[in-house]
């Protein structure tokens, strides 16, 4: 019993620790948190813009494994420390280009069928 | 990487808050709110990356994200302004069953990840590279000893926008072009995109035999829409 209760607080203090000391599993955690929210926006919306953003959170939380990693390597010392903020470049480059032509495609959308919610765009359904 | 003192405290802010700000974006009934809540995130993740010690990277994602990206989104709102949806006319979310299926598949992938897949890796990462928080921080404490002060005396001056830069144009030069390609492809798509038929006819660019059927059609709508 006594024991136990020892086991217990050990763990408790363990996890008190890593709060005090957040290292790179909490970063990890959080990312996937974020992409977890953007999935869900992405699958439950109706808005094509909310889902667009919802897009845009996702991407954010492979930037923030990216950027983790970085720190990582550049505190261990194994592999190639700037690799992950090169691509972080990459990917936000890759975000604005596809915001623009998503944006542009909901404008062309919008001037066609007077709608952005995506179960009423069904033109290529059969 | 282990943060401490003062640095796990705003870590631990900035979470939550991207965190917060993230769910409100996927579930406020009005876009224009939804903007502003994936706003707020994407500064809470940017001051993430300045724990991180990507501060050039941090900079990028304000100017580019938040300065650029999210005005555009915020224009297009404007533009198509969606009525039903805020006055609580239309639901948000699409059909329940749908709806409560995808939860499930998210509340999997969810549970997997948190809970299994990110300490178990990181526990064999921890067991490969054997790193004690001593270690890493008297390692990051006379690295940060090597650099210049700054004019206040205060802080340092880091290389490290340099070192990115450097990086960017020696080890990433082919996809660096290739990011160029790709930025003027979509420059030129949506400036086709957001063209209307109208603005189309009025530009002498285009054959006129492409454009006859094109203009008859218009023609006659506009005939119909007087008539």
């Known amino acids: ?126 | 990487m282990i943060l401490s003192g003062w640095e796990s405290v705003f870590f631990w802010v900035f979470s939550i808050a991207a965190i917060l700000a993230g769910l409100l974006t996927v579930m406020a009934r009005n876009a224009v709110h939804s903007a502003l809540f994936l706003i707020s995130s994407l500064v809470s993740v940017a001051a993430l990356f300045v724990l991180l010690g990507a501060e050039f990277i941090a900079g990028v994602q304000i100017l580019v994200y938040v300065g650029g990206v999210m005005v555009l989104f915020l224009f297009v709102i404007m533009l198509v302004n969606v009525g039903a949806e805020e006055e609580g006319r239309a639901p948000i979310f699409n059909r329940p069953a749908q709806v409560s299926v995808s939860l499930v598949f998210v509340a999997l992938l969810a549970g997997v990840l948190v809970m299994y897949a990110i300490p178990k890796g990181y526990g064999a990462l921890k067991e490969r590279d054997k790193i004690s928080a001593q270690q890493v921080s008297s390692a990051r404490e006379s690295q940060q000893r090597s650099l210049p002060p700054g004019a206040t005396g205060v802080s340092r001056v880091t290389k490290e926008t340099e070192r990115v830069g450097n990086k960017l144009y020696t080890f990433a030069s082919l996809p660096f072009e290739i990011a160029s390609v790709l930025l003027l492809v979509a420059i030129i798509g949506s400036v086709m995109l957001a063209r209307t038929l109208k603005q189309e006819i009025a530009s002498d660019d285009v054959d006129p035999e492409v454009l006859k059927p094109a203009s008859m059609s218009t023609a006659t709508e506009s005939k119909e829409a007087v008539g």
């Open chain 1, 1 to 126: 019993m006594l024991l136990m209760f020892f086991q217990e607080a050990g763990r408790v203090s363990t996890a008190l620790e890593s709060v005090k000391h957040p290292d790179l599993s909490k970063f990890l955690v959080i990312s996937a948190i974020l992409f977890i929210i953007g999935i869900a926006g992405v699958l439950t919306r109706r808005n094509l813009l909310v889902i667009f953003m919802s897009i845009e959170l996702i991407l954010n939380a492979a930037n923030l494994n990216f950027i983790a990693f970085s720190r990582y390597l550049q505190d261990t010392g194994r592999g190639d420390a700037l690799a992950g903020q090169v691509f972080t470049v990459f990917i936000i480059v890759v975000a604005a280009a596809e915001a623009a032509i998503g944006l542009g495609i909901v404008i062309a959308l919008y001037r066609n069928r007077e709608t952005i919610w995506v179960d009423d765009i069904d033109l290529m359904k059969w």
